[in-house]
C-alpha cells in the first residue's frame, strides 16, 4: 500500500510560476513510477509527467513540454513538478499517483492511466489571465 500526498497547488498570474510536491509512504516497491496528471474543470483526468525510480528518466506530454519539469526532491520519497510559463489552461486538479512499476511506452494514454493504483488527493492550481 502506498499513500500520496500533493501541496503546493496555489493562485498565480499567466505567465507565473508554482512548485507542486509528491510525498510518498507507505512500502515502496524496488521500481516505481510517479506520474503527475492534471484535470481541467469539466474535462477527464490527464497524465501530463511522468519518472522512473530506477533511471529517473523523465517523460512529458506535448502540452507541458518545455515548461513543466519533474523530478526527485531533496526529502526522501519526494517528486516534484516544476510548473512555469503558466497558462490558464493549466487551471486545474493536480493529482500524483503510482502503481506502475515504469513510465511504459503508453504511459499517457487512457490504458496505461489503469496502472496507476494509488493516487493522492489533488492539489488546487487556478491561473488567472
Known amino acids: 500500500q502506498l499513500q500520496l500526498v500533493e501541496s503546493g497547488g496555489g493562485v498565480v498570474q499567466a505567465g507565473g510560476s508554482l512548485r507542486l510536491s509528491c510525498q510518498i509512504s507507505?512500502?515502496?516497491?524496488?521500481?516505481?513510477?510517479i506520474a503527475w496528471f492534471h484535470q481541467a474543470p469539466g474535462k477527464e483526468r490527464e497524465a501530463i509527467s511522468c519518472?522512473?525510480?530506477?533511471?529517473?528518466?523523465?517523460f512529458y506530454t506535448d502540452i507541458v513540454k518545455g515548461r513543466f519539469t519533474i523530478s526527485r526532491g531533496n526529502a526522501k520519497n519526494t517528486v516534484v513538478l516544476q510548473m512555469n510559463s503558466l497558462k490558464p489552461e493549466d487551471t486545474g486538479t493536480y493529482y500524483c499517483?503510482?502503481?506502475?512499476?515504469?513510465?511504459?511506452?503508453?504511459?499517457?494514454?487512457?490504458?496505461?492511466?489503469?496502472?496507476?493504483?494509488?493516487w493522492g488527493q489533488g492539489t488546487q492550481v487556478t491561473v488567472s489571465s
Open positions: 499517483a503510482a502503481g506502475s512499476a515504469f513510465c511504459f511506452p503508453d504511459w499517457a494514454t487512457v490504458r496505461g492511466r489503469a496502472r496507476y493504483d494509488y
Open positions: 519518472i522512473n525510480s530506477n533511471d529517473d528518466n523523465t
Open positions: 507507505g512500502s515502496t516497491p524496488d521500481y516505481y513510477a
